[in-house]
């Protein structure tokens, strides 16, 4: 059977990435931002966007720029609710009592996508970490970490031979760290997180700057992700 290169329904799939792209996106975009980006017309454009308008999957503010609507976050707390449910308190404490935004990262295809996350509550400054967030799994400490628990056979072919030694030596002391790999100036420290009957995951901090050390740091993330795993019968 011939392989088609197309996909099953266009105007899904372009509906779909008009939500990708208003959640990669810093900040709200006009209609013709968005039609640039999915390499569309603007009538196109326009026409996915009141559909999802209809869903209260996007919204539109007065001057017409364009975020996603609360119906999202609808939708998004229903993925992996047990794990979320178990997760956050422990994200939680984690963010307060380092002072760092903690999150739940998982496994889509070949990229690492947050699925929680909680900002420290009486810190200066911190990351904003958004649920949804996704960058290749091959960058970033809980990218590294994911990549650390899944076969090399089922690695992305972009794996180089200095990535490769990176993760395997990274794994052996049981944690990962990153600097200026998904947001210049942030850094992140994560561990892996195994959970039985479920993909690979990872649960990490990110920060511009920190008095704890980051083996301190992962001690800490390795307590949170041995009670995740309890409570998940891991």
Known sequence: ?????????????????????????????TIDEVATRLGVHRSVAYRLVRTLE???????DP??????????????AGVAHDLQAEALPELT???????????L????????????????RHAVASVAQRPGTRHPVTRGAPGKAILS???EASWPADVGTALRAE?????????????????PSLRAVAVPLVLRGRGPAAIAVVYLASTW??????????????VIRGALGG
């Open 105 to 120: 990262s998982v496994l889509d295809h070949d990229e690492c996508v947050t699925l929680a996350s909680v900002e420290p």
């Open 213 to 226: 050390e980051p083996a301190e740091v992962a001690a800490r993330l390795k307590r949170s992700a041995a």
């Open 167 to 183: 993760v395997t030596d990274a794994a052996s002391r049981g944690f990962f760290e990153s600097h200026d790999e998904v947001i």
């Open 63 to 76: 001057n017409g720029h364009l975020a996603l609507g609360a119906r999202m976050a609808a939708l998004a």
């Open 149 to 151: 628990l899944m076969p």
């Open 93 to 103: 404490d984690v963010a307060n009592e380092l002072g760092m935004t903690c999150f």
């Open 54 to 60: 209809d869903h209260g999957l996007v919204t539109r």
């Open 1 to 29: 059977m011939a392989t088609d290169p197309q996909p099953a329904s266009q105007t899904l799939s372009r509906g779909i990435r008009i939500l990708e792209v208003l959640s990669d996106a810093r900040g709200p975009l």
